[in-house]
């Protein structure tokens, strides 16, 4: 696990010397789980880690609301002050996935990933976020085509984890699925 948080932490290397800390955060249906980690000797070392229970009874708009008070609560005793934040994008409806497509210049791409979602998820592609990630070039059948890793939200989803983190004046980093 310290390999691969390293090997994650070293993609953004180039942001990290601006940060004391790396503060991970995850809102989940029951619990929200904080990691604080900083960098000690060149490695990465876990500091603080919390898990704070949800309430599970209750209206949704109720729990909805309960929710910046419980993550201020997780986060009681970490360093906010300069630490990279960054929030897990917990949600059912959190498409993510590799895809092969046919290789073309960069800006065709997002386009024909657009395309090829409207098969595979279950809300309006008009209305969500996406992100895509070119992970190399494969050979099918002696045609070059791209590995893309590609995520895909409800906007609705990512506006909603945006305004839990503003209303404690919490800048996020970086969220990731």
Known sequence: LQSRLNNIFLKVGTYLNQYDSIIGIDIGTTAIKCVEFVEVEGEWTLVRNSLVELETQGTTERKKEA????????????????????????????????????????????EAIRWELKN???????????DFEVLGEIVDRGVKKWDVNVVCCPRQ??????NIFSSLEIKLAAIIP
């Open 67 to 110: 929710l910046p008070a419980v993550l201020k609560k997780a986060l009681n005793g970490m360093n906010l002050k300069k630490a990279r934040v960054v929030s897990v994008l917990s949600s059912p409806e959190t498409f993510l996935r590799t895809l092969v497509v046919p290789q073309m210049p960069k800006p065709e791409l997002a």
């Open 157 to 162: 989803v990512i506006d909603d984890l945006i």
């Open 120 to 130: 595979l998820i279950h809300f309006p592609v008009e209305e969500a976020s996406l």
